[in-house]
């Protein structure tokens, strides 16, 4: 079937970005992303490109190409149902809060949700695609509330998960590793392929059978975890071994079987995914029965909680064992660079753990507002939002979060952290002024050169 409108529901970091390349590259095709969260739509059809809700290198240029063209953002979600003949669902699968499965499940609810609203309104066959990752057979739920409508209306359900990652996205939709797309239907997997194929060559375009698109989104995610905690394990080791972790990954991602890339040793990963991919694996394989299997997923968790503990731990026993009244200058709230999201940012527990050592902790990062950090912290409940608001700060300059500072905490890898006038700095901090490099993106004897107290993770 020829595509001609399209509709997403979810206009979030995955919708919004992955819709508007679609649009860009396929100027025929009529792209509305909706959503329940009418601030958000608003914010993504403000004329002022800065207030859109998501920060991503390259996605403003995209949407002021397209937006009103061929892109459109609505509320209006059952009249873009309607007229659309494929129907991505891309809203949030967070790990559920709450009943069975709890801490650990993917909490399908908003999805179940689309699929209800979808039944209710389709008067003509649709193509519903699954862009959210979710748990492996999930597709197999939606078509039982897809097939009970008591219309004739036929649906076809995909997979075709997505891999960008934040601060990339856009890069990373136009030139994909490989395009997965999961179904039973050829029809339905050639439309889909046929859009993608405006810009990705077909031998990039893999078809599978659902099941498998849909395990192995979540299988790619914790693969990449894995490299990043079994790096963090090394990183302790180098720590009480001399050996240096920076030349450790080197060394072995030389070796082509291993690769370079995703070796970096840090304070720990964060980020909405990759925790509550892996936790959702664990619990689909303990469903199963399968107790090793999940218990090996656990460990990359484990080691990544172990992470960041011992980042702040050991910048507390450094600090004489003590930070209660102490000003900690964080750069950094992000969980990585060049994003404005923080979800599940390391930051917000080695900030949580800091707290309770009554330390007062300012802030600054060029993308994240105060607002943001402390609905951060008051989600984690530790304590009320006014003592939160009263420890933590955000500052407008970096200088200012560090002036008086007895310690500065690198939190994400922020290019321009590593630009800044580092002697003014030491020179406005208490002393000895300590640098704890949780991103490891200054250079240790240039610091010690100024005077700080160095010490970054795995060397
Ligand atoms: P998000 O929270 O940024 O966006 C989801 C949006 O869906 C929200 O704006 C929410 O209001 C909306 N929504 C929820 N229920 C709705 C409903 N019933 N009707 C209409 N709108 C509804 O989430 P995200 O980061 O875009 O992630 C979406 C999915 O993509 C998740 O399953 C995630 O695991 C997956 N994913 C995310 C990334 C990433 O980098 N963030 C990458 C790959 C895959
Ligand atoms: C990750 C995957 O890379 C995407 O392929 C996937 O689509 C996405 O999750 C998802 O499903 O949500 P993302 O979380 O946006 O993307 O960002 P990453 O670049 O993977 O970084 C995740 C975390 O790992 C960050 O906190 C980052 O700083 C950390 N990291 C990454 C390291 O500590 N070391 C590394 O070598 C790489």
Same mark, same amino acid.
């Given at each position: 079937m020829k595509i001609t409108k399209i509709c997403c529901i979810g206009a979030g970091y995955v919708g919004g970005p992955t819709m508007a390349v679609i649009a860009k590259k396929n100027p025929d095709i009529k792209v509305t992303i909706v959503d329940i969260n009418a601030d958000r739509i608003a914010a993504w059809n403000d004329?002022?490109?800065? $207030?859109?809700p998501i920060y991503e290198p390259g996605l403003a240029e995209i949407v002021k190409e397209t937006r009103g063209k061929n892109l459109f953002f609505s509320t209006e979600i059952d009249k873009a149902i309607d007229e659309s003949q494929m129907i991505f669902i891309s809203v949030n699968t967070p790990t $559920?809060?709450?009943? $069975? @499965?709890?801490?650990?499940?993917?909490?399908l609810k908003y999805v179940e949700l689309c699929a209800r609203n979808i039944a209710k309104v389709a008067t003509t066959d649709k193509i519903v695609v699954e862009k959210s990752t979710l748990p492996v057979r999930t597709a197999q739920a939606i078509k039982s509330i897809l097939d009970n409508t008591g219309s004739d209306v036929n649906f076809e359900i995909l997979s075709n998960p997505e891999f960008l990652a934040e601060g990339t996205a856009i890069q990373d939709l136009l030139n994909p590793d490989r395009v997965l797309i999961g179904g039973a239907s050829e029809d339905a997997i050639e439309s889909l392929a046929n859009i993608y194929g405006s810009w990705v060559s077909q031998d990039k375009i893999l078809r599978t059978n659902v099941w498998s698109s849909e395990l192995s989104k979540l299988t790619a995610n914790a693969f990449l975890a894995q490299r990043i905690s079994s790096i963090n394990a090394i990183s302790e080791l180098c720590e009480q071994t001399e050996a240096d972790v920076n030349e450790v990954a080197k060394a072995i991602g030389m070796d082509s079987r291993i @690769?370079?890339?995703?070796l970096k040793a840090s304070v720990g990963f964060g980020g909405s995914c990759f925790q509550k991919d892996i936790l959702n694996l664990v619990y689909i394989a303990r469903s199963y029965n399968l107790q090793a299997v999940a218990d090996y997923w656990e460990q990359v968790i484990i080691l990544n909680d172990h992470q960041k503990r011992r980042f702040s731990d050991h910048l507390i026993s450094t600090l004489y064992n003590t930070v209660s009244g102490k000003k900690i200058g964080f750069?950094?709230?992000?969980?990585?660079?060049?994003?404005?999201d923080t979800r599940e940012s390391a930051a917000i527990y080695v900030a949580d753990h800091l707290l309770n050592e009554q330390a007062n902790v300012v802030v600054y990062d060029p993308k994240v507002s105060n607002e943001k950090m402390q609905s951060d912290l008051n989600y984690?409940?530790?304590?009320s939002e006014e003592e939160n608001s009263k420890l933590v700060k955000a500052t407008e300059t970096p200088y200012e979060a560090l002036k008086d500072a007895h310690a500065v905490a690198i939190m994400t890898e922020w290019d321009e952290f590593k630009t800044y006038d580092w002697k003014r700095i030491y020179t406005e901090m208490k002393k000895p002024a300590f640098i704890f490099d949780g991103r490891n993106i200054l250079d240790k004897s240039e610091m010690e050169k100024i005077g700080f107290e160095y010490s970054s993770i795995g060397k």
């Open positions: 004329n002022d490109l800065s $207030k859109l $559920k809060t709450y009943g $069975k @499965g709890k801490g650990m499940a993917a909490d @690769g370079p890339k995703f750069l950094g709230w992000a969980f990585k660079k060049d994003t404005n984690l409940n530790t304590r």
